[in-house]
């Protein structure tokens, strides 16, 4: 009996590997074709000074509407691009419509958000990223310190001399970096010193904590953050009492559900109007 069941949970397992590898395979083809065709979607989630509680700026987030499985979490999606190479053609259209719609955004109201745009470690690898980078806002017409990306910390110790030198490169045309997911990673404290790098995003995984417990990291980073001059982003601020804490912390900006969800750019645009007045 006990040697069936054994035989039944590996007949199982088996099962349910074949199924996760055919997902994956037919993700990986689907995503393909729908970014051909042109199905891929961009949601901006806006940034919050803590201090004027103004929006600054925007992160731009990848949203994939799948036709008959509905949206895909980025979370499954985003591993299947890097691990098929897609992504380094995933990003470059990330890239182009988020700046493209920066400006589209200025040209309709008047305000300059800054646009936050997530980069992954396959096209940190691609010789041909600082190009792309430098194209794009050539083409878009989008000024490069309104454009900041968002690189992990693991991301930049899997190949450190490469990551440094593009970091300079990036930096050099004026486009502004951030480490997202701080904390979460290994990375020496030491690096962070060397990095030309400007902001520090708290994760999520430590600001949910707050403000019974996960004060002593978030205070940390911050304190850290402020040492080297770095400006710090708090993400996924769900209760006003996590906010008030990271305000008297000294957290600069803030980023979360309680400000504002992920929206399409079209009811960013409705948010901006209603809550930015232009510059005169
Ligand atoms: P991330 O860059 O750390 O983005 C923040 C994630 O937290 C987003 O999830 C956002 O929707 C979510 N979030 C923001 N505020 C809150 C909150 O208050 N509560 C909760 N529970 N969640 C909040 P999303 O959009 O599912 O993206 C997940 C991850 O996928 C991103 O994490 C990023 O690593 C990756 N990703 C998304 N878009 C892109 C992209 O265009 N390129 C690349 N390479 N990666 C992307
Ligand atoms: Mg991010
Ligand atoms: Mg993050
Ligand atoms: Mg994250």
């Known amino acids: 009996r006990a040697k069936g069941k054994g035989r039944d949970n590996v007949a199982l ?34 940034q919050y000074a803590c201090g004027s509680r103004k929006m600054v700026g925007v992160e731009a987030l990848l949203r994939w509407p799948h036709p ?23 990003g470059k ?14 040209r309709q109201t008047g305000t300059w958000l800054s646009m936050a745009v997530n980069v992954s470690a396959r096209q940190l690898r691609d010789k041909d990223f600082i190009d792309v980078v430098e194209n794009t806002l050539a083409h878009t017409g989008l000024p490069a310190d309104r454009l900041e990306l968002e690189l992990t910390e693991s991301m930049l110790m899997e190949d450190l001399d490469g990551a440094v030198e593009f970091m300079h490169n990036v930096r050099a045309l004026g486009v502004r970096l951030s480490i997202d997911d701080f904390g979460t990673g290994y ?23 707050l ?12 304190a ?17 009492e996590q906010f008030e804490w990271l ?11 309680l400000l504002a969800r992920p929206l399409p750019l079209a009811a ?4 901006v109007l209603e809550e930015c007045v232009p510059a005169a």
Request: charged share 25%; net charge negative; proline share 4%.
């Open 247 to 257: 305000r008297q912390a000294g957290c600069d900006y803030v980023q979360g559900y």
């Open 211 to 222: 403000p019974t417990s996960g004060t002593t990291i978030a205070g940390a980073v911050i």
């Open 93 to 106: 259209w990330v890239l182009d419509r988020a700046c493209r719609d920066a400006v589209a955004l200025y």
């Open 268 to 271: 960013l645009r409705a948010r």
């Open 13 to 46: 397992f088996e099962r349910d590997m074949i199924l996760a590898t055919q997902r994956r395979a037919r993700l990986e083809r689907d995503l393909r074709r729908h970014l051909e065709a042109g199905l891929l979607e961009l949601c901006y989630q806006p």
């Open 224 to 240: 850290l953050a402020h040492g080297f001059k770095l400006t710090v982003v708090a993400e996924g601020v769900e209760e006003p």
């Open 68 to 90: 008959d499985q509905g949206y895909i979490s980025p979370a499954e999606f985003i591993p299947i691009a890097e691990e098929s190479g897609l992504i380094v053609e995933v």
């Open 187 to 209: 990375s020496s404290l030491a690096y962070l010193q060397t990095f030309p790098i400007n902001h520090l995003k708290i994760d999520r995984s430590f600001v949910r904590l």
